[in-house]
């Protein structure tokens, strides 16, 4: 009897890299192109433009601008629109914009308070917006939105957390580490947005903030972030259903603060720093192998 194959998760640079350094950009999938909104540059400046870019090859097409450029905002695809929540530059700001195809964004909504480092997660046709930044206090509503314009409250967050990882499997929401007063938390948070539940579910094996997630395969893949004055290159899998974490690989160097989006069942983590902005990119994704060829 000849074994199934197993899935493994194979790690690797691209052969192409931005056209300049960028880190906390948002990243939204556009079908099976990436699109890339605002952001940091190596000179410290916050990122107004919005591109296209071909995960194949690399190609960056310049596809409009923001309204007001942002960093550490996060993005959602909502009924098919592409929206950026929040963010900031020199202060957090409350702004929702809506990407227009070669064109400048539009302001469509504001969130109920200025929100940056924050994320999204999107399960039907809701997207919630958790964790965050005021501009004076860390935020623990979870808020869920249908059109980017209304908005209410769902949950509240056990831990209140600037820069998590998130990702949703069977419409649940998980929250990964992030900074709670200042400093890396190892906490794992679960949402159930239909309960409005929030619970602290687990931890994390070392504190971390700045990461990001991708679910491959049913499993949740944490990458990269901060442990606290470290970059990190660990890549640790996350099992919904037992809620056990353990080492999954390592990235080809540490980075933290990228952009990541997955795209036709490949996790890509776009720029970030390592600790400027740097212009690399990273795919995470899971390839059959036989037992025989394991190492």
Same mark, same amino acid.
């Given at each position: 009897?000849?074994?199934?194959?197993? !899935?493994?998760?194979? +790690?690797? *640079?691209?052969?192409? !890299?931005? @056209?300049?350094?960028?880190?906390?950009?948002?990243?939204?999938?556009?079908?099976?192109?990436?699109?890339?909104?605002?952001?940091? =540059?190596?000179?410290?400046?916050?990122?107004?433009?919005?591109?296209?870019?071909?995960?194949?090859?690399g190609r960056l097409t310049s596809d409009g601008s923001l309204v007001e450029p942002v960093h550490d905002a996060a993005g959602a695809v909502l009924d098919g629109?592409?929206?950026? &929540?929040?963010?900031?530059?020199?202060?957090?700001? *409350? %702004?929702?914009?809506?990407?227009?195809?070669?064109?400048? @964004?539009?302001?469509?909504?504001?969130?109920?308070?200025? $929100?940056?480092?924050?994320?999204?997660? =999107?399960?039907?046709?809701?997207?919630?917006?958790?964790?965050?930044?005021?501009?004076?206090?860390?935020?623990?509503?979870?808020? %869920?939105?249908?059109?980017?314009?209304?908005?209410? =409250? +769902?949950? $509240?967050?056990?831990?209140?957390?600037?820069?998590?990882?998130?990702?949703?499997?069977?419409?649940?929401?998980?929250? &990964?580490?992030?900074?709670?007063?200042?400093?890396?938390?190892?906490?794992?948070?679960?949402?159930?947005?239909?309960?409005?539940?929030? $619970?602290?579910?687990?931890?994390?094996?070392?504190?971390?903030?700045?990461?990001?997630?991708?679910?491959?395969?049913?499993?949740?893949?944490? *990458?990269?972030?901060?442990?606290?004055? %470290?970059?990190?290159?660990?890549?640790? $899998? &996350?099992?919904?259903?037992?809620?056990?974490?353990?080492?999954?690989?390592?990235?080809?160097?540490?980075?933290?603060? %990228?952009?990541?989006?997955?795209? *036709?069942?490949?996790?890509?983590?776009?720029?970030?720093?390592?600790?400027?902005?740097?212009?690399t990119a990273v795919t995470l994704r899971l390839v059959a192998q036989s037992p025989a060829s394991r190492p």
């Amino acid at each position: 009897m000849v074994a199934a194959p197993v !899935q493994v998760l194979q +790690v690797g *640079a691209t052969d192409w !890299q931005l @056209a300049a350094p960028l880190s906390r950009a948002v990243a939204l999938a556009d079908g099976r192109q990436i699109v890339l909104a605002g952001g940091l =540059t190596a000179a410290q400046t916050t990122a107004t433009g919005v591109f296209t870019l071909d995960p194949a090859t690399g190609r960056l097409t310049s596809d409009g601008s923001l309204v007001e450029p942002v960093h550490d905002a996060a993005g959602a695809v909502l009924d098919g629109r592409l929206l950026v &929540f929040g963010g900031g530059a020199a202060h957090s700001v *409350a %702004a929702v914009q809506q990407l227009v195809p070669a064109a400048v @964004a539009t302001l469509i909504g504001t969130l109920p308070q200025p $929100r940056s480092d924050l994320v999204t997660a =999107t399960i039907g046709g809701t997207t919630y917006v958790l964790g965050g930044y005021t501009g004076a206090d860390a935020v623990s509503t979870v808020l %869920a939105t249908r059109d980017g314009r209304a908005f209410t =409250t +769902v949950a $509240r967050l056990p831990v209140s957390v600037r820069y998590p990882a998130v990702a949703t499997v069977g419409g649940i929401i998980y929250l &990964f580490g992030g900074e709670h007063d200042g400093v890396p938390t190892p906490a794992i948070q679960r949402i159930d947005p239909g309960t409005g539940i929030a $619970r602290v579910t687990g931890h994390l094996p070392t504190p971390l903030a700045h990461a990001a997630a991708f679910v491959l395969g049913g499993s949740i893949y944490l *990458a990269g972030g901060r442990t606290g004055t %470290a970059i990190d290159d660990a890549i640790w $899998r &996350f099992d919904p259903g037992g809620g056990q974490t353990a080492a999954a690989g390592t990235l080809p160097s540490p980075v933290a603060d %990228a952009a990541s989006v997955t795209v *036709a069942g490949v996790g890509y983590l776009i720029g970030g720093e390592n600790p400027k902005p740097v212009a690399t990119a990273v795919t995470l994704r899971l390839v059959a192998q036989s037992p025989a060829s394991r190492p």
